[in-house]
């Protein structure tokens, strides 16, 4: 088979939702491309699978992985979200003193609300009270953000692809702010 023959193989095993079939088929795809920038997608695609079958740890190292390889191709926003996915999944495996890290490091270099939104829900968690506060009134402060979305758990499991945990975390750190609001 040829690379890009396995590629959408495998995208259309992953898409019918069989995910551990979805991660051998991508384990593949790399095989056929081992160091190859081409590999970017295959290695962030098999993260995906990863993901979704809640293998937090092999998700984020596959992300990380994805990341290098974007920024070899020059595909600087392509690794980002790489780099913020990795950051979710190592949040979900909890670590979070590691992900609440690279989420800072993110919010630097991005003008990005989801990461910023994500960074709230991480101090959260770790219990950075003030720090989240901070950052929820700086975010709800950017040109085009909008807040109100992040109450909303099915877009940012969906839409967003945060994992749950820091979904939960989100909801905690909004239900106390409207609790203390009245």
Do not use: H, N
């Amino acid at each position: 088979r040829v690379a890009g023959g396995a590629l959408q193989e495998a995208m259309g095993v992953e898409e019918r939702q069989e995910y551990a079939l979805a991660v051998d088929d991508y384990t593949r795809c790399l095989e056929l491309r081992p160091a190859d920038a081409d590999a970017a997608t295959p290695m962030f695609e098999r993260a995906q699978a990863e993901r979704a079958l809640g293998r937090w740890a092999a998700a984020s190292a596959d992300y990380d992985a994805a990341a290098e390889l974007f920024l070899r191709r020059k595909q600087k926003k392509e690794a980002k979200i790489a780099q913020a996915q990795a950051a979710f999944a190592t949040f979900e495996a909890g670590d979070v003193a590691r992900a609440l890290t690279r989420l800072e490091t993110l919010s630097r270099q991005l003008y990005s609300s989801d990461v910023r939104a994500a960074l709230v829900a991480c101090y959260w968690k770790a219990g950075e009270v003030a720090k989240a506060e901070d950052q929820w009134l700086g975010l709800c402060d950017m040109e085009g953000a909008v807040c109100t979305k992040y109450v909303d758990k099915s877009w940012l499991l969906g839409y967003r692809k945060w994992t749950p945990s820091l979904v939960d975390s989100m909801a905690d750190f909004l239900a106390l702010r409207v609790r203390a609001a009245t």
